[in-house]
T-cell receptor, first 113, second 110 residues
Framework: NAGVTQTPKFQVLKTGQSMTLQCAQD?????MYWYRQDPGMGLRLIYY???????DKGEVPNGYNVSRLNKREFSLRLESAAPSQTSVYFC????????????FGSGTQLSVL | RKEVEQDPGPFNVPEGATVAFNCTYS??????FFWYRQDCRKEPKLLMS???SGNEDGRFTAQLNRASQYISLLIRDSKLSDSATYLC???????????FGTGTRLLVSP
């Protein structure tokens, strides 16, 4: 059982480049999330999708866009990467939006030079 | 003031010791409380929920003190494998927006 799968695991970008982080879950969960984790700060929510067909901004959405492609997949796009977006990104899912038991992917280490 | 505050540690303890961490939260409307565990360079994983009456899961005991707005995690008989960062997570009502603490690092030595 794969759970939540994120790709890529590592990525280096130059300022201004774009990229998409992919996330898929096989637990038939309704809700999916993108977080970033920076040293000295807790995980911060970027965007979430409470259910298929809906997306909403979290705490730190600027510079990002998301797509809930179907129930399984939720992607995060950086249109024009900035050094401030250097971080570890985690995708997560939960059965429903009111269920705080999150299952996380293994993370993407992103460096923007 | 941060919504959720934790002592970053590290807490260095020998195998077999008992260790406790506290976490304070500022939003008195918080309804749900959790401890997640995160190993170095890995994803967070749910360790346990924290219930009003306190709860136990093997060697782990979680307590909630609403009056003083803190939760605690007690680990008895520490194992080397308990070495990790423990994240305190608090949620208010509604969407259940989760607020993650920055974590407390535990190092268990032989």
């Amino acid at each position: 059982n794969a759970g939540v799968t994120q790709t890529p695991k590592f990525q280096v970008l130059k300022t201004g480049q774009s990229m998409t982080l992919q996330c898929a879950q096989d637990m038939n969960h309704n809700s999916m999330y993108w977080y970033r984790q920076d040293p000295g700060m807790g995980l911060r929510l970027i965007y979430y999708s409470a259910s298929e067909g809906t997306t909403d901004k979290g705490e730190v959405p600027n510079g990002y866009n998301v797509s809930r492609l179907n129930k399984r997949e939720f992607s995060l796009r950086l249109e024009s990467a900035a050094p401030s977006q250097t971080s570890v990104y985690f995708c997560a899912s939960s059965q429903v939006a009111t269920n705080e038991k999150l299952f996380f992917g293994s993370g993407t280490q992103l460096s923007v030079l | 003031r941060k919504e959720v505050e934790q002592d970053p540690g590290p807490f260095n303890v020998p195998e077999g010791a008992t260790v406790a961490f506290n976490c304070t939260y500022s939003n008195s409307a918080s309804q749900s409380f959790f401890w997640y565990r995160q190993d170095c360079r890995k994803e967070p994983k749910l360790l346990m929920s924290v219930y009003s009456s306190g709860n136990e899961d093997g060697r782990f005991t979680a307590q909630l003190n609403r009056a003083s707005q803190y939760i605690s995690l007690l680990i008895r008989d520490s194992k080397l494998s308990d070495s990790a960062t423990y994240l305190c997570v608090v949620a208010a009502t509604g969407f259940q927006k989760l607020v993650f603490g920055t974590g407390t690092r535990l190092l268990v030595s032989p």
